[in-house]
């Protein structure tokens, strides 16, 4: 099993910043893919962003050149450092792992923290 924990959300301005974290423990060497996953009100969960061991990573439209992943192996640990927020990407947003591809969704979830953009 992993646990997947993250930190970081909140209630930001548009325009503004955030960064998110997702500490993982447990079987690690099941961890492989990490990403990010989010879920607005009354809306299906969309991928973020994800990141493989090496640094390769795939991200949706919509956060293109806003939003950037990043992983410590050593920490088993991933990021999401979120620029230039805006209302829309208000969601819950989830930490996964345990995928071996960029493009489908791994097998272990976070509980998820929740980012509000709003003035």
């Known amino acids: 099993q992993v646990q997947l924990v993250e930190s970081g959300g909140g209630l930001v301005q548009p325009g503004g910043s955030l960064r998110l974290s997702c500490a993982a423990s447990?079987?690690?060497?099941?961890?492989?893919?990490m990403g990010w996953y989010r879920q607005a009100p009354g809306k299906q969960r969309e991928l973020v962003a994800t990141?493989?061991?090496?640094?390769?990573?795939n991200y949706a439209d919509s956060v293109k050149g806003r939003f950037t992943i990043s992983r410590d192996n050593a920490k088993n640990t991933v990021y999401l450092q979120m620029n230039s927020l805006k209302p829309e990407d208000t969601a819950v947003y989830y930490c996964?792992?345990?995928?071996?591809?960029?493009?489908?969704?791994?097998?272990?979830w976070g509980q998820g923290t929740l980012v509000t953009v709003s003035s």
């Open positions: 996964n792992a345990g995928s071996q591809s960029l493009y489908f969704i791994g097998l272990y």
């Open positions: 990141i493989t061991p090496a640094g390769s990573t």
């Open positions: 447990g079987s690690i060497f099941n961890i492989n893919v």
